[in-house]
């Protein structure tokens, strides 16, 4: 196992400093600049002098070397649009609200989405079956844009059973979670259903019931964690999606999070924000893949003993 | 029930698809004496597996119904009839007083389980064992089945073992709790030949160490012979020929087990001689014939043979075959002779 973590992680090292560096190298190549080219007030002394400041002037590979030293140290540099702050700052203020919502959202899906596959499977072809897939059809269908406008007017506005939008305490974090989790929900509960389906046709199945088993041990025991396999997989990327996912609902919900300043540095061509940002997401999404490899050779002692990772 | 540790009395089985009902069990009638080997014999689709599972009660309802008959079985409590038992009640049954051993080995365990959960799992549910009596009972039947370090066994998962370990360890649960009767689904059918007849001589000792009854399934005719007492040839979900091994080998009655002893290469045969098979496809189980199913492939069938079915004639003592050459009136048909006719 310990063999197998090891060789895990020096894929995620060397999966890292190519995202890295391909950040670096498409950044450097999107049209324009961060102090706005077709801005006439800079005076070409002015311009050059920034960019000096910001070693912009510099050969790309000598500002690669130095931008690679800053990241060893955690240092993103500072944003170019809000000069007050650096980038790891507005990190540390939007993530943690970005982080919330989407641990919130994945745990909603996670439980409601496992729960309608497995009832799904285990009712299969009877109404149960047909409601939780009618339910997962819809999640899939109303994109979160939708949904997350709806909930707030109707839920927050005309109800006022929940608030509307804002950040400041835990009833704040249900509407917008409801409406980012839902598509995740669908395909949660599309993927169980099938793995369940497929796990209960297995032969094990049969063993287990020929040896007398109730059917809650038959379902706990031998069904439901060689069913969850597929969806551990997936896990991994859902999660990430959702924390970047948040997009849209932070904005319909006015919740302070990153997603919001990821668009705006983009259309500024804020290339430490940029950079900053696409590389923190691409350090969660590799630690996340990474948890859940770990997570999947301890549910499966198939792939702990495969040599090598 | 005289001796006998089941009798399963003209069960129908069959299952409700989308096109219709397929009609797999169609009335079939045999016994299992106490400590006896039967063996069921019959090609793909005849019927054979689903019978056995439906002793078991192991086939899914829906798809599949008992439509009609019985199934009598001697458990601890006395006579009972299996199929107007309730699902609560067969879980007390199975695995406790009967075992179940499936063709493939390699798909029959849980990856995900070790070998000692898998096998303490029905002595903790039975038996009403500690966890460490039931592992040191799970310890011991894997030593009866040959596996060697079965300490070190118990931690290991199914992928680490081959196919015939497997199929000992499927063995060793099967048989863990004990059961009168063992139901062996062509146990050797997903295994190499050499591990083929280990396990066969595994089951032999172990069936006369344990006094079990055993019901084998094949369509293996070596493995019949190896090791069954008494045999019932199996076609299109019915019995249409039973009796001991040697009535079987050495003086069948039914066209249709001719056919199937044809088509075994013999060891005393000519090399030059070719192998018969028999013509044609079993019937379609939607719309089975309404006479004797095997008549559109039998090279004697007479016009009574496609009209009427044919009703079980004895031959002598326990040796019955559905089979209307057996009616006084038929006209006399001379065996043939590389059909078992042929005392080894």
Redesign the interface.
Known sequence: MLKFIFHRLIYMLITLWLIITLTFVMMKNLPGDPFGESSQKLTPENRALLMAQYGLDKPLWEQYLKYFGNLLHGDFGRSFSFPAQTVTQIIQQGFPVSLQLGVVSLCIAVIVGLALGMIAALRHNKWQDYSAMFTAIVGISIPSFVLAPLLSYYVGVEWGILPAGLWEGPQYMILPALALSLGTIAILARLMRTSMLDVLN???V??????????S?IIW??TV??AILPVITILGPIFVNIITGTFVVEKVFSVPGLGTKFVESIYSNDYTMIGGLTIFYSIVLVVVLFLTDIIYGL????IR?RKGG | MSGNLLEVRDLQVSFRTYVGEIQSVRGVTFSVKKGEVLAIVGESGCGKSVTAQTI?R?NPSPPSVIKYGSILFEGKDGVVDITKMS?KQ???????EM??I?Q?PM???????TIGKQIT??LL??QGLSKNEANKQAVEMLKLVGISNPEGRMDQ?P??LSGGMRQRV?IA??LSCRPKLLIADEPTTALDVTIQAQIIELMKSLQEKTGASIILITHDLGVVAEMAERVAVMYAGMVVEQGTVDEIFYNSQHPYTWGLHRSVPRLDSNSSEELVPIPGTPPDLFAPPKGCPFAARCPYAMSICTEEMPEQFTVSGEHSAACWLLHPDAPKVERPAIAGGIRA
């Open positions: 297995q032969d094990f049969k063993t287990a019931k020929a040896k007398g088993l109730s059917s041990a025991r031998h964690r060689n549910v499966d002692p198939r003993l | 078991m192991l699902d067969m879980e007390s049954i199975r695995g406790a075992g179940m499936f493939d798909t029959a365990l849980n990856p995900t389980m799992e029905g549910k039975h998962y992928h680490e499927m649960m099967a």
